[in-house]
């Protein structure tokens, strides 16, 4: 677990890119201190070859802690910084409260009139929603009776091709 003041970690960030804010907001409300590098993408500082060796790309945020180098703000939110701190700074639910998750969606999305979770055309919300919703009704056998909103779009976002052949059991390397 990070100690409250371990000053080891070093983000690379640009005050304005909101990539990098959100990484810089999970930092703080997990209490993480950390170093802060700005990288100016207005002067093009992401080209230098210094950070070039940071992240090919050329995007910031980056986070840097010790040897290991996370390059992409989803991968440092998801799985590093989840993964380095104790349950009461997580901000994911544990995956065995996934009911939990799906009674707040369930309450986001009571309102919503249409087939999918914006209205009656696909969102990037629905890309999200649907493999989690998929993944999770599978592993943890949720009763999804108890989520009458979530139902009626999962439902309709399985009667699409594109899930269908999208969906884990059609890829070429599927183990069944
Ligand atoms: N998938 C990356 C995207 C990062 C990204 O798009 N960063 C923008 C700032 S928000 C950037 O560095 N842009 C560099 C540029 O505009 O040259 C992430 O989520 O970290």
Redesign the pocket.
Known sequence: MAAKDDPKLVLYS?WQ????WRVRLALNLKGISYEYKAVN?LKGE?FTPEFEKLNPL????VLVDGDVVI????AILMKYLEEKVGPQEQLLFAETNVEKGFHALEKLLKDIVGKYATGDEVHMADVFMAPQIAMATKRFKIDMSKFPSLSRIYESLKALPEFLESSPEEQPDAVM
């Open positions: 640009y890119s909101s990539c990098s993408l992401q050329h995007f910031v945020p390059s992409d703000s989803y």
